[in-house]
């Protein structure tokens, strides 16, 4: 059997089309069709056309993630693995932009962008997984606007903040943690500091979570206020914009219920019986993860969140370690407020989170090893199907202290001893004769040319060594 590939490049309405053998040798040349019926039925008679010149062959397409873009081509090749020896993939462009950098090609154009495309199929075969189809598109599409709306509302509530702080600017003493909510119906009802001094202390106190005497000292901040705008432009853009983003938090609101509604299987239950993610957070994790066997043990599901630690080390000595940060940021956003809820309520992450501060690090630090804990017993709770047990976890910690463990060598790189003479930087010299001084000491102390003592002191009493 020949093995053949097919490497698409996306663009808006079109896409460019190449089909390499193993050899990366080329078999059809280039062609590019439109995103329409006519440029799929086209797509098809040439495939089609291929596998009757080629009858033993199995064919191989893949595809850059473009935002949405390729769906309809994916969609349409897929419908095609039923009657054709042909599997599709979707394919994280950043992995063939890396790929492609080897080749070292001095120009990018949409013919050698599918060519790069069917390259790295064929060089990295091992690490493609046809067939893998993601059924969460629909989801994924509403988490997306959801994201979106998300995004709209604070930039709405920056530009609240920044209104608010020349129409009534002791209000904000109240926002340093985001806006409240009886914050939002005082704005509506008195955005300015001008109309919030004329109020009754009666009518503002029936507002909910404003007591008598708050009201009576909003008021008598807001005759005193220094407050630069209190036209009535200013007012109208302060109720305006309150409005808008209390529709927009609705809207939130319920395009996520919407969300956890629409979606319910075994994965989000499983995700749910760990403490500190809920339903939104759990279908959040799904979402990023889309399925657990793509990743064959905890250390590539750490990597792809961005959560391994990595060690810089720079020429003249300095470095140390530090979370990565590589790929997405989204699902280390999720995991971060998942672990903020866990370290108040997980019987494993509280008190982990409580030695970590105890050894005097830093409490985002401390919030990171909890992230990676966390994603670990994500981890083994889909990998193994059961629910989050805390017993389970607290006898892995044990079966792994009883482990005996060996002693580790520190093997030196170092094929010579330190030459004076090498032009190293004042740090690195600095840290030789640091190094070279401590062996000294250590020769020096308990070498063989150290005297034996004939007394020692126990307690304050001296003991003579006899020789025996």
């Known amino acids: 059997m020949e093995f053949y590939y097919l490497g698409i490049d996306i663009s808006k309405g079109y896409g460019d089309f190449v089909i ?27 495939i089609v056309d291929f596998f009757e010149d ?3 062959a199995r064919m191989f397409a893949g595809m850059e993630s473009t935002g949405g873009y390729e769906n309809n081509w994916f969609h349409f090749l897929k419908s095609l693995t039923k009657r054709l020896s042909i599997e599709v993939v979707d394919l994280n462009p950043y992995a063939v932009s890396v790929n492609s950098k080897g080749s070292m090609k001095r120009n990018t154009t949409d013919k050698i962008s ?12 091992e690490k493609i997984r046809y067939g893998d189809y993601n059924n969460l598109y629909p989801l994924r599409k509403t988490w997306k606007f959801i994201k979106l709306l998300t995004k709209q509302k604070n930039q709405l509530i920056n530009n609240l903040e920044s209104l ?18 009886w914050v939002y119906k005082l704005l509506l009802r008195y955005p300015t500091a001008q109309k919030l001094s004329m109020a009754r202390s009666g009518a503002l106190a029936k507002t909910p979570h404003i007591s008598s005497d708050r009201a009576k000292k909003l008021i008598e901040t807001a005759r005193t206020s220094v407050a630069s705008e209190n036209d009535e432009d200013t007012a109208n853009l302060v ?39 809920a339903d939104y957070s759990a279908i959040g994790l799904l979402l990023e993860i889309v399925s657990i ?44 407020m998942v672990a903020f809820n866990a370290i108040q309520t997980n019987p494993v992450i509280k008190p982990l989170y409580g030695r ?10 401390a919030i990171g090893v909890c992230m990676h804990k966390i994603l670990r017993i994500v981890y083994g709770v889909l990998k193994t199907g059961r629910a989050f047990d805390p017993e389970i976890d607290r006898r892995n910690r044990e079966k792994e ?3 005996e463990r060996k002693p580790r060598r520190m093997k030196s790189r170092r094929y010579q001893d330190y030459d004076k003479s090498a032009p190293v930087s004042r740090r690195q010299a600095r840290k030789r004769k640091e190094q070279e001084q401590s062996q000294s000491d250590i020769i020096t102390e308990f070498g063989i040319e150290t005297p034996v003592p004939d007394r020692i002191e126990i307690n304050g009493e001296k003991y003579l060594l006899t020789k025996v």
């Open 239 to 277: 109720v305006s914009l309150v409005k808008q983003i209390l529709s927009l938090a609705k809207q939130i609101e319920k395009q996520k219920r919407n969300l956890v509604r629409s979606h319910s299987c075994p994965e989000v239950e499983l995700l749910k019986t760990i403490k500190g993610i």
């Open 164 to 181: 608010v702080y020349i129409a009534n600017p002791e209000i904000l003493n109240y926002c340093r943690e985001g806006f409240p909510g």
């Open 54 to 56: 080629h009858p033993e």
């Open 356 to 365: 970590l501060l105890a050894r005097n690090m830093p409490k985002m630090s």
């Open 401 to 403: 202290y009883h482990l």
């Open 293 to 336: 066997d793509r990743f064959d043990d905890v250390k590539k599901l750490a990597s792809y969140f961005g959560l391994h630690p990595i060690y810089k080390e720079s020429g003249d000595g300095s470095g140390g370690y530090r979370m990565s940060k590589q790929g997405r940021s989204e699902p280390r956003r999720i995991l971060f």
């Open 114 to 125: 599918a060519r790069n495309v069917a390259e790295y199929m064929i060089e990295h075969s």
């Open 20 to 46: 390499l053998d193993s050899e990366k040798r080329c078999v059809e040349k280039n062609f590019q069709l439109d995103d329409t019926r006519r440029g799929h039925e086209l797509l098809y008679e040439r």
